[in-house]
Protein backbone atom coordinates (compact mmCIF):
# COMPACT_ATOMS: atom_id res chain seq x y z
CA UNK A 1 0.00 0.00 0.00
CA UNK A 2 1.78 3.14 -0.93
CA UNK A 3 0.27 5.91 0.87
CA UNK A 4 2.86 8.81 -0.96
CA UNK A 5 2.64 8.52 -4.82
CA UNK A 6 5.17 10.24 -7.52
CA UNK A 7 3.59 9.14 -11.19
CA UNK A 8 5.78 10.88 -12.55
CA UNK A 9 9.01 8.14 -12.74
CA UNK A 10 11.30 10.42 -15.09
CA UNK A 11 10.68 14.63 -16.11
CA UNK A 12 13.10 16.34 -18.57
CA UNK A 13 13.22 19.85 -18.45
CA UNK A 14 15.34 22.71 -20.61
CA UNK A 15 17.89 24.92 -19.24
CA UNK A 16 16.06 27.92 -17.39
CA UNK A 17 12.35 26.26 -17.91
CA UNK A 18 10.29 25.65 -15.00
CA UNK A 19 10.49 21.96 -13.57
CA UNK A 20 7.70 20.60 -11.81
CA UNK A 21 7.62 17.11 -10.08
CA UNK A 22 3.98 15.75 -8.50
CA UNK A 23 3.07 14.36 -5.62
CA UNK A 24 0.07 12.51 -4.32
CA UNK A 25 -0.36 10.97 -1.02
CA UNK A 26 -3.57 9.10 -0.17
CA UNK A 27 -3.40 9.13 4.22
CA UNK A 28 -5.39 12.57 5.24
CA UNK A 29 -3.66 12.26 8.28
CA UNK A 30 -0.67 13.53 7.10
CA UNK A 31 0.59 17.00 7.93
CA UNK A 32 4.14 17.71 7.13
CA UNK A 33 5.60 17.35 3.84
CA UNK A 34 9.14 17.35 2.75
CA UNK A 35 10.87 17.22 -0.53
CA UNK A 36 14.47 15.95 -1.21
CA UNK A 37 17.26 15.88 -3.47
CA UNK A 38 18.86 12.56 -4.01
CA UNK A 39 21.98 11.51 -6.21
CA UNK A 40 22.92 7.77 -6.66
CA UNK A 41 24.70 6.18 -3.53
CA UNK A 42 24.16 9.17 -1.20
CA UNK A 43 21.91 10.39 1.40
CA UNK A 44 18.63 12.40 0.78
CA UNK A 45 19.57 16.09 0.92
CA UNK A 46 16.51 18.13 2.32
CA UNK A 47 14.96 20.92 0.03
CA UNK A 48 12.04 22.46 1.39
CA UNK A 49 9.02 21.66 3.51
CA UNK A 50 5.47 23.03 4.03
CA UNK A 51 3.08 22.07 6.75
CA UNK A 52 -0.87 21.67 6.56
CA UNK A 53 -1.92 24.66 7.64
CA UNK A 54 -0.24 26.32 4.39
CA UNK A 55 -1.15 26.40 0.77
CA UNK A 56 2.63 27.12 -0.46
CA UNK A 57 6.35 27.74 1.14
CA UNK A 58 9.02 29.38 -1.26
CA UNK A 59 12.76 29.27 -0.84
CA UNK A 60 14.72 30.50 -3.66
CA UNK A 61 14.25 28.64 -6.81
CA UNK A 62 11.95 25.91 -5.47
CA UNK A 63 8.32 26.53 -4.47
CA UNK A 64 5.91 24.13 -2.82
CA UNK A 65 1.99 24.08 -3.12
CA UNK A 66 0.06 21.75 -1.24
CA UNK A 67 -3.71 21.14 -1.99
CA UNK A 68 -4.96 19.21 0.50
CA UNK A 69 -8.50 18.34 -0.81
CA UNK A 70 -6.73 16.59 -3.67
CA UNK A 71 -3.65 15.39 -1.49
CA UNK A 72 -1.54 16.69 -3.96
CA UNK A 73 1.22 18.83 -3.78
CA UNK A 74 4.02 19.85 -6.24
CA UNK A 75 7.35 20.92 -5.88
CA UNK A 76 8.11 23.70 -8.34
CA UNK A 77 11.86 24.68 -9.44
CA UNK A 78 12.21 27.89 -11.93
CA UNK A 79 14.89 28.32 -13.25
CA UNK A 80 15.90 24.86 -13.58
CA UNK A 81 19.54 24.31 -14.02
CA UNK A 82 21.73 21.46 -14.77
CA UNK A 83 22.61 20.98 -11.34
CA UNK A 84 19.16 20.28 -10.35
CA UNK A 85 19.72 16.90 -12.13
CA UNK A 86 19.51 14.11 -9.89
CA UNK A 87 16.29 11.56 -8.09
CA UNK A 88 13.28 13.89 -6.43
CA UNK A 89 12.03 12.26 -3.78
CA UNK A 90 8.82 13.74 -1.81
CA UNK A 91 8.10 12.31 2.03
CA UNK A 92 4.86 12.98 4.34
CA UNK A 93 4.47 12.86 7.89
CA UNK A 94 2.33 12.87 10.66
CA UNK A 95 3.78 15.22 13.55
CA UNK A 96 2.63 13.49 16.20
CA UNK A 97 3.74 10.15 17.74
CA UNK A 98 7.46 9.35 16.15
CA UNK A 99 7.46 11.55 12.94
CA UNK A 100 8.13 9.18 10.74
CA UNK A 101 8.19 9.89 6.88
CA UNK A 102 6.68 8.19 4.06
CA UNK A 103 9.05 8.38 0.97
CA UNK A 104 7.57 8.59 -2.19
CA UNK A 105 8.25 6.49 -5.33
CA UNK A 106 10.74 9.77 -6.79
CA UNK A 107 10.91 10.86 -10.13
CA UNK A 108 14.32 11.38 -11.90
CA UNK A 109 14.87 15.03 -13.14
CA UNK A 110 17.17 15.72 -15.96
CA UNK A 111 17.57 19.10 -17.31
CA UNK A 112 19.11 19.27 -20.49
CA UNK A 113 22.18 22.86 -21.31
CA UNK B 1 25.08 21.82 12.03
CA UNK B 2 23.19 18.79 12.10
CA UNK B 3 25.52 16.47 10.76
CA UNK B 4 24.92 12.13 10.48
CA UNK B 5 27.52 10.32 9.27
CA UNK B 6 27.22 6.39 8.35
CA UNK B 7 30.08 3.39 8.39
CA UNK B 8 31.20 2.00 6.90
CA UNK B 9 29.96 3.62 3.18
CA UNK B 10 30.31 0.50 1.39
CA UNK B 11 30.98 -3.28 2.83
CA UNK B 12 31.10 -7.02 0.53
CA UNK B 13 30.43 -9.88 2.39
CA UNK B 14 29.76 -13.17 2.09
CA UNK B 15 26.28 -14.93 2.33
CA UNK B 16 25.39 -16.28 6.05
CA UNK B 17 28.03 -13.85 7.90
CA UNK B 18 26.73 -10.45 9.67
CA UNK B 19 27.35 -7.20 8.96
CA UNK B 20 27.46 -4.33 11.82
CA UNK B 21 26.70 -0.40 10.26
CA UNK B 22 27.25 2.62 12.41
CA UNK B 23 25.24 5.38 12.92
CA UNK B 24 26.38 8.63 14.43
CA UNK B 25 24.73 12.23 14.98
CA UNK B 26 28.32 14.37 15.05
CA UNK B 27 26.97 17.60 16.46
CA UNK B 28 23.59 16.86 18.36
CA UNK B 29 22.18 14.23 20.65
CA UNK B 30 19.62 12.39 18.50
CA UNK B 31 16.82 10.39 20.82
CA UNK B 32 15.24 9.14 17.70
CA UNK B 33 17.12 7.34 14.74
CA UNK B 34 15.15 6.01 11.95
CA UNK B 35 16.76 3.45 9.15
CA UNK B 36 15.74 3.25 5.87
CA UNK B 37 16.80 0.74 2.77
CA UNK B 38 16.69 1.23 -0.61
CA UNK B 39 16.74 -1.09 -3.53
CA UNK B 40 17.95 0.20 -6.86
CA UNK B 41 15.61 2.78 -8.72
CA UNK B 42 13.49 2.88 -5.31
CA UNK B 43 11.70 4.17 -2.78
CA UNK B 44 13.23 4.71 0.82
CA UNK B 45 11.56 2.29 2.68
CA UNK B 46 11.70 2.49 6.54
CA UNK B 47 12.86 -0.02 7.90
CA UNK B 48 12.35 0.37 11.81
CA UNK B 49 12.64 3.67 14.52
CA UNK B 50 14.95 3.33 17.57
CA UNK B 51 15.17 5.68 20.27
CA UNK B 52 17.41 5.79 22.99
CA UNK B 53 17.19 3.06 25.22
CA UNK B 54 14.22 1.30 24.40
CA UNK B 55 13.64 -1.33 21.75
CA UNK B 56 13.32 -0.19 18.06
CA UNK B 57 9.43 -0.68 16.68
CA UNK B 58 9.95 -2.70 12.80
CA UNK B 59 8.15 -1.92 10.04
CA UNK B 60 5.26 -4.04 8.70
CA UNK B 61 7.03 -6.63 7.16
CA UNK B 62 10.97 -6.53 8.72
CA UNK B 63 12.31 -9.27 10.15
CA UNK B 64 13.32 -8.06 13.67
CA UNK B 65 15.71 -10.81 14.50
CA UNK B 66 17.78 -10.23 11.11
CA UNK B 67 18.22 -6.58 11.16
CA UNK B 68 19.32 -5.74 14.86
CA UNK B 69 19.10 -2.04 16.10
CA UNK B 70 20.68 -1.29 18.93
CA UNK B 71 20.20 2.43 20.30
CA UNK B 72 22.60 2.56 23.24
CA UNK B 73 23.39 6.18 23.36
CA UNK B 74 21.98 9.83 22.23
CA UNK B 75 24.65 9.88 19.19
CA UNK B 76 24.73 6.53 18.04
CA UNK B 77 22.76 3.71 16.72
CA UNK B 78 23.48 0.16 14.77
CA UNK B 79 22.00 -1.97 12.51
CA UNK B 80 23.50 -5.46 12.35
CA UNK B 81 22.47 -7.63 9.57
CA UNK B 82 22.30 -11.23 11.02
CA UNK B 83 23.19 -14.09 8.47
CA UNK B 84 23.18 -11.71 5.33
CA UNK B 85 22.16 -13.36 2.08
CA UNK B 86 22.36 -11.75 -1.45
CA UNK B 87 18.89 -10.02 -1.24
CA UNK B 88 19.82 -8.14 1.45
CA UNK B 89 22.07 -6.19 -0.70
CA UNK B 90 20.82 -2.80 -0.77
CA UNK B 91 21.67 1.03 0.41
CA UNK B 92 20.95 1.56 4.10
CA UNK B 93 20.74 4.66 5.24
CA UNK B 94 19.69 6.68 8.65
CA UNK B 95 18.99 9.65 9.96
CA UNK B 96 18.32 11.01 13.14
CA UNK B 97 16.21 13.53 14.97
CA UNK B 98 17.21 15.93 17.89
CA UNK B 99 15.63 15.73 20.94
CA UNK B 100 12.43 17.47 21.11
CA UNK B 101 12.67 17.67 17.46
CA UNK B 102 10.86 16.57 14.34
CA UNK B 103 12.96 16.90 11.61
CA UNK B 104 14.99 14.31 10.16
CA UNK B 105 18.76 14.38 9.18
CA UNK B 106 19.83 11.93 6.62
CA UNK B 107 23.44 10.08 7.02
CA UNK B 108 25.16 9.51 3.65
CA UNK B 109 23.83 5.75 3.42
CA UNK B 110 26.06 2.35 2.97
CA UNK B 111 26.28 0.17 0.41
CA UNK B 112 25.68 -3.43 1.54
CA UNK B 113 26.97 -6.02 -1.61
CA UNK B 114 26.47 -10.33 0.25
CA UNK B 115 28.23 -12.73 -2.15
Known amino acids: DQQVKQNSPSLSVQEGRISILNCDYTNSMFDYFLWYKKYPAEGPTFLISISSIKDKNEDGRFTVFLNKSAKHLSLHIVPSQPGDSAVYFC????????????FGTGTRLKVLA | GAVVSQHPSWVICKSGTSVKIECRSL??????MFWYRQFPKQSLMLMAT?????????EQGVEKDKFLINHASLTLSTLTVTSAHPEDSSFYIC???????????FGPGTRLTVL
Open chain 2, 50 to 58: SNEGSKATY
Open chain 1, 91 to 102: AASVTSGTYKYI
Open chain 2, 27 to 32: DFQATT
Open chain 2, 95 to 105: SASATGGSEQF
